[in-house]
């Protein structure tokens, strides 16, 4: 329904101004004031009135860029966020070590292009055991936006399987717990999952009222089988002409605000270094319940991945899940989560985890807006270990 | 006397606990007795006219980024700490400043939202800034509005109409 009343601009302009009081004006007033009426000057006073304040800390592109002012030349603005954490960790195994430790330096920023297209770049440096680092460009994307219902991503992106991968990237500070779930971790740049992705990725919401149903389809080059047994995406060639694929839906009813429902189901086929072995399909299903609010969160995620060689040696089914719950009081929020994962010893790439479980409670307190301690202890039984019980003390923010 | 202790630790006590749980799980809705409506506001040429409260959920919290002719939406928030914005962070996104906050710092970060906010200081302010940017959407008492701006129905209410949901307590 479109409105008939006068649509902007439809004001008679005022009478030009002076040259030299323009001028002063103009030097006078704030860069791509849209709070300033056109033709309208406004007194000190509603300058001071109308002051724009910074957003929240986190404006990602002012008018200009995005288009909204169409008369403003165009000039990108690339806005950064860094995240980092520390911990202290103790663990009960036999020849592990105490200690401190960095965590992951996460260096995030985004611009926008134009009204519909913008770009996200995530770069981490990662403390490894070694007392090295390592560097990882974790995101690089061109996203066109022009609607709701599509966007179109290029680049390296987290993988679209399941809720966490997604929903968390490496800034631990927006995460509960200390870590990512077992069936999501990641070891650099190695997880259970393929956690990256190189490709396109689609998005966008189906009009479906009060359903709020979401969609998701992406091809990219999928994990590379020839590195080593569990490889990172592949950045620069891939081991075979098989490209993945994935799809995922999911709902956010309006009926019962904070929950979402989803499913996902990932293919791709590998290629071994080790040419006896046969080509693998790999098959990911994945389904989640999410329930946010102010104070609850409830998580819990499950999935099945397949890896079916071509040939005589019959299909491995490995299973991984994990449920946390957790509950605020003001700055104080404790947490519990139970993890499981079991890759059976014929699994193609992950047979040397085989099944590790245990529970995980802790403490997240918020001590500033935009920084928080986490206080976690952990037990995990080990079918291909021994097994161990961990402490962790973690400070995680962003800046 | 311990058949009454056994009562209290296994029943009485864990329901209550139960019981203060999931009371204290509810959002608090506040419905003050001296409260203004909270007009939602748009430039005079969105082809919108009223809104459902879904939707402007959904608008609020960065997972729809267009309006239905195409153009982005702006986001007007006022200041952390005033009424109105309050009223906004309890009936929108049901969660206080912080949880607003890191809500939307994690929506840009996964690239769900476009981009925060524009925060704003004054009523005046806000007038101008949905006058001038065609695609801006921002809040101001009832009392407030001015012809410069169009004031959106939402769920088919205008503000102040009986059902009309968004309410700021008197200055």
Same mark, same amino acid.
Request: hydrophobic residues 40%; aromatic residues 12%; without cysteine.
């Given at each position: 329904m479109r409105d008939s009343e006068p649509a902007l601009g439809a004001q008679p302009p005022e009478p030009p101004e002076a040259p030299l009081d323009l001028l002063m004006r103009l030097a006078e007033a704030p860069a791509a004031d849209a709070t300033a009426r056109p033709g309208h000057r406004a007194s000190e006073d509603e300058h001071a009135d109308h002051e724009e304040h910074a957003h929240d800390g986190l404006r990602s592109a002012d008018e200009k860029a995005s288009?909204?002012?169409?008369?403003?030349?165009? $000039?990108?603005?690339?806005? &950064?966020?860094?995240f980092a954490d520390m911990k202290y960790a103790a663990v009960d195994t036999l020849g592990s070590r105490n200690g401190?430790? %960095?965590?992951?330096?996460?260096?995030?920023?985004?611009?926008?292009?134009?009204?519909?297209?913008?770009? &996200?770049?995530?770069?981490?440096?990662? $403390?490894?055991?070694?007392?090295?680092?390592?560097?990882?460009?974790?995101?690089?994307? %061109?996203?066109?936006?022009?609607?709701?219902?599509?966007?179109?991503?290029?680049?390296?992106?987290?993988?679209? &399987?399941? +809720? +966490?991968?997604? $929903?968390?990237?490496?800034?631990?500070?927006?995460?509960? $717990?200390?870590?990512?779930?077992?069936m999501y971790n990641i070891d650099g740049d190695i997880g259970v999952i393929p956690i990256h992705t190189l490709g396109v990725s689609t998005t966008g919401a189906v009009p479906s009222g009060s359903l709020g149903l979401h969609y998701l389809a992406e091809v990219g080059s999928g994990r590379a089988g020839q590195a080593s047994a569990a490889a990172a995406t592949q950045p620069a060639l891939n081991d075979n002409n098989t490209l993945s694929l994935n799809g995922a839906l999911w709902i956010r009813p309006d009926a019962i605000d904070g929950l979402q429902l989803g499913v996902s189901v990932y293919h791709d086929r590998l290629t071994f270094a080790?040419?006896?072995?046969?080509?693998?399909?790999?098959? &990911?299903?994945?389904?989640?319940?999410? @329930?946010?609010?102010?104070? %609850?969160?409830?998580?819990?995620?499950?999935?099945?991945?397949? /890896?079916?060689?071509?040939?005589?040696?019959?299909?491995?089914?490995? /299973?991984? @899940?994990?449920?946390?719950?957790?509950?605020?009081?003001?700055?104080?929020?404790? @947490?519990?989560?139970?993890?499981?994962?079991?890759?059976?010893?014929?699994?193609?790439?992950?047979?040397?985890?085989?099944?590790?479980?245990?529970?995980?409670?802790?403490?997240? +307190?918020?001590?500033?807006?935009?920084?928080a301690l986490k206080l976690q202890t952990s037990h995990l039984n080990q079918t291909t270990r021994p097994n161990m019980n961990r402490f962790d003390a973690q400070v995680s923010f962003m800046f | 006397m311990r058949r009454l202790q056994q009562t209290l630790t296994h029943w009485v006590l864990p329901a209550l606990a139960l019981a203060a749980l999931v009371a204290a799980a509810k959002p608090v809705v506040v419905r003050a007795h001296d409260a203004e409506p909270l007009a939602i506001v748009v430039n005079r040429s969105n082809p919108m006219s009223e809104i459902s409260l879904a939707d402007l959920r959904r608008l609020y919290r960065g997972q729809r980024n267009r309006w239905s002719n195409g153009r982005r939406v702006t986001l007007v928030m006022r200041d952390p700490g005033t009424p109105e914005r309050e009223a906004i962070l309890q009936t929108l996104y049901g969660v206080d400043e912080d949880e607003y906050r890191r809500g939307f710092l994690q929506a840009v970060f996964t690239g769900e939202a476009n981009g925060a906010p524009r925060v704003l200081a004054t009523p005046n302010g806000v007038?101008?800034? !949905?006058?001038?940017? #065609?695609?801006?959407?921002?809040? !101001?008492?009832?009392?407030? !509005?001015?012809?410069?701006?169009?004031?959106?129905?939402?769920?088919?209410?205008? #503000?102040?109409?009986?059902?009309?949901?968004?309410?700021? #307590?008197?200055?």
């Open positions: 288009g909204d002012d169409p008369d403003a030349p165009f $000039a990108p603005q690339f806005k &950064i966020h860094l401190f430790s %960095l965590g992951q330096f996460d260096l995030f920023g985004r611009s926008d292009l134009s009204d519909a297209m913008s770009v &996200i770049a995530e770069a981490t440096l990662t $403390a490894l055991p070694r007392n090295t680092f390592s560097a990882h460009l974790e995101r690089l994307l %061109l996203t066109y936006s022009p609607t709701d219902v599509f966007a179109a991503s290029v680049g390296r992106y987290h993988t679209g &399987i399941g +809720y +966490y991968n997604t $929903a968390y990237h490496h800034g631990t500070w927006f995460q509960t $717990a200390t870590g990512r779930p077992l080790d040419t006896s072995k046969a080509l693998d399909d790999e098959t &990911i299903a994945a389904a989640h319940i999410i @329930y946010k609010t102010d104070v %609850l969160e409830l998580m819990t995620e499950g999935m099945v991945m397949r /890896h079916d060689p071509r040939g005589a040696v019959a299909a491995t089914d490995s /299973h991984g @899940y994990y449920a946390q719950a957790s509950r605020r009081f003001g700055s104080v929020r404790p @947490y519990a989560r139970m993890d499981y994962l079991d890759i059976p010893r014929t699994d193609p790439l992950f047979a040397f985890l085989g099944r590790r479980f245990g529970p995980s409670v802790g403490v997240r +307190y918020d001590f500033q807006p935009l920084a | 007038l101008r800034f !949905v006058f001038n940017v #065609p695609g801006a959407i921002g809040y !101001v008492r009832a009392s407030e !509005v001015d012809a410069s701006v169009k004031t959106l129905r939402v769920d088919g209410h205008l #503000p102040g109409e009986a059902g009309y949901r968004l309410e700021v #307590p008197e200055q």
